[in-house]
Structures are given as C-alpha cells and as structure tokens.
C-alpha cells in the first residue's frame, strides 16, 4: 500500500483537496511504483482528519490527471505512467467524455426531450 506524507495547512486558500492532491501527485512523480494501491478515502480521511468528500475529490482529480486509476467502491490504483497517452493515442490530451465514462459519472441517467425538443438528462444517484 502506497501511504505518501501529506501536511495539510488549514490556515491557506487552497482548498484542502487541492493540497491532498497535489501532495499525492507530487509523491507518485517521485517515483512510486505503478499498480501500488492507496488508502481508501475513508481511511485517508481519518488519518487527514478531514471528510471522506475531500478526499474523493482529491482521487477524482488525480483519475482526471491520469496519475491515479480505479473507481469509487474498488480501490484507487498509482496508474502506469504513459498509459493514458499511449493508450488513448492523444499524446497527453485529455478526453473529457472518456473520463467521465471511466468515473462512471453520472452513474445513471435517463435521456428524455423536452415537448420543445430539447435533450434532457436526468442522473439518479
């Protein structure tokens, strides 16, 4: 289990989860090994003393930045490095759908039109 060193400063205007963020992908550029699991959000959020939101946060932006992989419920996984790029032929593009696909968000979703004809997406959580 991956267990970086993380100082929260409660005093600054960066968000908290921002600074749990950046204090982990800083810790994973150093050189942790890719396949190494992190702590559960609830775990890390008691060691932090913060909420588990923030740190769920804090995951779901390192998944976006590609440092991270997984999904809420299974563990969050330190990514191979390169993997998103090569894989997805980008060349370190970000493709927001195919993020959003892969955090399953919205979870479910209903597509329906509006008597105008507009598309309406209704997310059940």
């Given at each position: 289990?991956?267990?970086?060193?993380?100082?929260?400063?409660?005093?600054s205007?960066?968000?908290?989860?921002?600074?749990?963020?950046?204090?982990?992908?800083?810790?994973?550029?150093?050189?942790?090994?890719?396949?190494?699991?992190?702590?559960?959000?609830?775990?890390?959020?008691?060691?932090?003393?913060?909420?588990?939101?923030?740190?769920?946060?804090?995951?779901?932006?390192?998944?976006?930045?590609?440092?991270?992989?997984?999904r809420?419920?299974?563990?969050?996984?330190?990514?191979?490095?390169?993997?998103?790029?090569?894989?997805?032929?980008?060349?370190?593009?970000?493709?927001?759908?195919?993020?959003?696909?892969?955090?399953?968000?919205?979870?479910?979703?209903?597509?329906?039109?509006?008597?105008?004809?507009?598309?309406?997406?209704?997310?059940?959580?």
């Open positions: 289990m991956f267990l970086p060193s993380i100082v929260l400063d409660r005093g205007s960066t968000p908290l989860h921002q600074q749990v963020g950046r204090q982990i992908a800083r810790a994973i550029r150093d050189g942790v090994a890719a396949g190494s699991r992190l702590p559960s959000s609830r775990v890390m959020a008691t060691m932090l003393g913060v909420s588990r939101n923030t740190v769920m946060t804090a995951y779901d932006d390192l998944v976006a930045a590609g440092l991270i992989r997984g809420r419920g299974a563990g969050m996984l330190v990514a191979v490095r390169g993997s998103r790029a090569e894989a997805s032929g980008e060349g370190g593009m970000l493709d927001p759908q195919r993020v959003l696909r892969e955090a399953q968000y919205p979870a479910r979703t209903l597509h329906i039109v509006d008597p105008d004809g507009a598309p309406l997406y209704l997310s059940f959580r």
